[in-house]
């Protein structure tokens, strides 16, 4: 089934919204099969925003990532890479639903307490390279039958 990387960045660990964010997805139906909390070197940092390299606020954001510690996640569930960006909502604050994490909680543009993998090859990207295979857990949750009327294909 569709696995995403999820991370508490360290102002939504500061503001303790790791459980407000966590129970969101849980009461969703997502299901986390790893979690850890751990502080992001800097070199760690880099390549996970390679992407952002030479935009005008990259070292700032290096520097916000890597300043406290995160909870890094990884969360599975059908679909659930777009399901969670939703859930997250827009990373300009004005654009941001009511409802969403960062429509309810964030008013910045770079502090913004959550980051979410946008897309199936960024999410496989980042699983590896934050979690060890042995750190993600494959379990069956006891509610899966209330949750997916499907048949059980993972
Ligand atoms: P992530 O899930 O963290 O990747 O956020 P995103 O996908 O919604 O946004 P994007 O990938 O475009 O930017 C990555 C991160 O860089 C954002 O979440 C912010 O923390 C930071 N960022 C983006 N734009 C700005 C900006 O204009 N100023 C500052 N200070 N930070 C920014
Ligand atoms: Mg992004």
Request: aromatic share 8%; net charge negative.
């Amino acid at each position: 089934m569709e696995k995403s990387f999820v991370m508490v960045k360290p102002d939504g660990v500061q503001r303790e919204l790791v459980g407000e964010i966590i129970g969101r997805f849980e009461k969703k139906g997502v299901k986390v099969i790893g979690l850890k909390l751990m502080v992001i070197s800097e070199e760690l940092a880099r390549k996970h925003y390679a992407v952002h390299e030479g935009k005008s606020f990259f070292e700032e954001l290096i520097k916000f990532i890597t300043s406290g510690p995160v909870v890094a996640m990884v969360m599975e569930g059908e679909g659930v890479i777009g399901v969670i960006r939703k859930m997250v909502g827009a990373t300009k604050p004005g654009d941001a639903d009511p409802g969403t994490i960062r429509g309810d909680f964030v008013l910045d543009a770079g502090q913004n307490i959550i980051h979410a993998s946008d897309s199936k090859e960024n999410a496989e990207r980042e699983i590896d390279l934050f979690f060890a295979k042995e750190e993600i857990i494959e379990y069956s949750l006891a509610v899966r039958p209330w949750i997916y009327s499907l048949p059980k294909i993972d």
